[in-house]
């Protein structure tokens, strides 16, 4: 069961006059619609922040993939130069340090 916390808070004589009007009109008391408006704003808030989060975590991805391609298009233009291909070589990575089939 989730228990419900009691929070104090300090506000300006001119907002709590305005939460007691509010309070009459709606016929709901000060506490319940202080708890509707904080929970509203810490739910916007928190919305917020995760799309921020979400946003530079994305900006972080971007940066890395295209890091990486551009590492795979410099290999790509070091290859098709001709200068790393050695066909003598090419299969070297299918055998150990004693030629034998690895």
């Known amino acids: 069961m989730v228990r419900d916390a009691t929070l104090v808070v ?5 907002v709590t006059a305005s939460l007691s009007r509010l309070a009459t009109v709606t016929r709901r008391g000060p506490s319940a ?9 810490v739910t916007r808030v928190e919305a917020d922040t995760a799309a921020h989060l979400s946003e530079a975590e994305w900006q972080v991805e971007k940066e890395r993939r295209n890091a990486f391609l551009r590492e795979i298009l410099k290999e790509a233009r070091r290859r098709s130069s001709g200068e790393a291909f050695d066909a003598a070589r090419s299969q070297d990575f299918l055998y150990d340090e004693d030629g034998l089939p690895g």
């Open 10 to 14: 300090e506000l300006p004589s001119d």
């Open 33 to 41: 619609l202080a708890a509707d408006a904080i929970t509203d704003y």
